[in-house]
């Protein structure tokens, strides 16, 4: 089949995207959740419309050297099997763009929901003056919640250093470096004599090695280093509760993702009173502790 010659309008390339990543199994979960939207966002992209395109523009015809942008796209996305948003080196949180390649994992927290309300009613968004975005990655996370709270120092830290490049690039495309720090640190290693934080979110490693072993070939590109956290998934979950509390400002809150750990969180820490968020949009495995509730 001759695609350049056969396939014309941008809804051609769309269904034909989504027939080839049918077949070839592709798996998803890195800002889409099945093939026809996976397509729509590679097709999308390539030609530099807006992911919101109006359905009638679909019918639009393309050009000879847009139909051949286009398949190479669609066809590195089956020859790769790179989650799509290391083909765009773009991807989406909270309605925001954010610059992702292979050194930082693909963003798809749902603490995009809290962050969004502000943090509220767990903590009151007019007390929250310094944040600590805890295994950053791209930046994302920090980035949002100092988009919903103007006032907040926001600190972004994470062990690697190819990820903290990427963060603060994103800290640039978002205009947040007159509020931002940016710093290596190992969990709270490296924070050094930082001041207290009202608020640290963090979503950590926390795929245990059974996990680890099964992972996808979308997952695989993925940096293990944001992944993985030993047998149990736990080992950066243990060192972040060991910690801080020391970090934080009395009446500070904690929030984690643990994802599908959450059993494995509540088995080892029976004594301390997790509250387990619930989101309206999906997601799971979110826990909140006030400074108070962490075991000194």
């Known amino acids: 089949m001759d ?12 269904r034909f995207g989504a027939s080839q990543f049918r077949a070839a199994r592709l798996s998803f979960g890195h800002g889409t959740d099945n093939a026809e939207d996976e397509a729509a ?3 999308l992209h390539t030609l530099s419309l807006p992911l919101d395109l109006p359905e009638s523009w ?9 139909r051949l942008r286009v398949e190479a796209v669609l066809r590195e996305r089956v020859s790769t ?17 954010f610059y992702v390649d292979e050194r930082v994992l693909v963003p798809r927290s749902p603490l ?38 103007p006032e907040a120092d926001i600190w972004l830290s994470d062990v690697s250093a190819d990820a903290l490049a990427v963060a603060r ?23 050094g004599a930082a001041p207290g934080f009202d608020l640290i979110v963090s979503n950590p490693p926390y795929v245990d090695a059974r996990d680890m072993a099964e992972l996808t070939s979308e997952y695989q590109h993925e940096p293990a280093l944001g992944l ?42 029976p004594d301390i009173p997790f509250t387990w968020l619930e989101f309206s949009g999906g997601g799971q495995g979110v826990f909140l502790l006030t400074r108070e509730q962490i075991p000194a």
């Open 58 to 66: 679909w019918e639009s015809r393309l050009v000879r050297a847009e």
């Open 228 to 269: 993985a956290a030993g047998t149990d998934g736990l080992d950066i979950v243990r060192r972040i509760l060991t910690g801080a509390r020391a970090r934080l400002n009395p009446g500070g809150v904690l929030v984690v993702e643990v994802g599908n750990s959450q059993p494995a969180v509540e088995a080892r820490f």
């Open 169 to 191: 690039i994103n800290v640039e495309r978002h205009a947040m470096a007159a509020r931002t720090r940016v710093v290596q640190s190992d969990v709270f290693d490296g924070l």
């Open 112 to 149: 995009s929901e809290l962050i969004l309300a502000g943090f509220a009613p767990w903590a009151d968004p007019e007390a929250v003056h310094r944040v600590l975005d805890l295994c950053t990655g791209s930046g994302c996370i920090g980035i949002a919640t100092g988009m919903v709270l």
């Open 41 to 43: 966002w590679l097709v």
């Open 3 to 14: 695609l350049v010659t056969d396939l014309r309008t941008i809804r051609d390339f769309i």
């Open 81 to 97: 099997r790179k989650p799509a948003a290391y083909i765009t080196r773009e991807a989406w949180f909270m309605g925001l763009p």
